[in-house]
């Protein structure tokens, strides 16, 4: 095992300095560590595509490990709390995996989170930089929906989202709506959905949805909840 990280860490350290050096000074490298010079015979010019393909697959493999040790980091910044320095290390793995729906979830999350940390005492206690981290938790919810249009977590957050920090419950019903078609007794997300219900003024659709979680939850105290939410949503419904 200690051989293995030794030969790790050696090839992760040739690819950081190798980050530096120009095109020719790594091809001269190449050359001198896989003994391929000036190939000129059919079999030496396969002799070297062979080396270089060996090479190649080890930068990927150290790529790809590179990327997975970024997201270990965040995550365990994110189990501290530590939601700035995880949200870099998100975005670090990115680079290695852009495609990865469960990246794009937690750099959401954690700018969600960074933007409560965004606030501007000196003027009137909100600042651009609030609202750009907003923007990035937003648009990291949509990329994780788009890659996985099931997402469920990335369903539910986008809705956080546009119900408590952006103020917009509307934007959250088709998500919701979505989310419940997958996970069909998420109390959660019900709790959600009457709430964007009623701020939209679909105070029958917010009753129905009180009464579904009346029936299926197994708390006492959420079932006092949803009791007490739907005798608010019917009073407002009959002053209309």
Request: charged share 30%.
């Amino acid at each position: 095992m200690k051989k293995i990280a030794m030969a790790l860490a050696a090839l992760f350290l040739f690819i950081l300095s190798s980050c530096s050096k120009s095109n020719k000074t790594i091809i001269r490298m190449q050359h001198i560590e896989e003994g391929v010079s000036s190939p000129t015979s059919i079999e030496e010019l396969k002799d070297a595509i062979s080396k270089y393909e060996e090479r190649v697959a080890d930068i990927q493999l150290a790529n790809g490990q590179i990327g997975i040790w970024h997201k270990i980091v965040a995550t365990r910044y994110l189990d501290k709390k530590m939601y700035g320095e995880a949200l870099k290390s998100f975005q670090k793995a990115l680079e290695y995996y852009p495609d990865n729906q469960n990246l794009y979830y937690y750099v959401g999350l954690c700018a969600g989170y960074m933007s409560h940390a965004a606030m501007d005492f000196d003027a009137d206690g909100y600042s651009e930089k609030r609202e750009n981290y907003l923007k990035l938790s937003e648009t990291a919810y949509l990329r994780a929906i788009e890659i996985e249009p099931r997402y469920a977590r990335a369903l539910y957050g986008i809705s956080v989202l546009y119900i408590f920090e952006l103020g917009d419950d509307e934007k959250a019903v088709p998500y919701l709506e979505k989310l419940l078609t997958i996970e069909t007794k998420n109390i959660d997300a019900m709790f959600l959905l009457a709430r964007a219900y009623y701020m939209t003024y679909e105070f029958d659709k917010s009753v129905e949805v009180y009464d579904k979680i009346i029936s299926l939850t197994k708390s006492p105290e959420r079932k006092a909840e949803a009791e007490a939410n739907r005798e608010i949503v019917k009073n407002a419904a009959f002053s209309k």
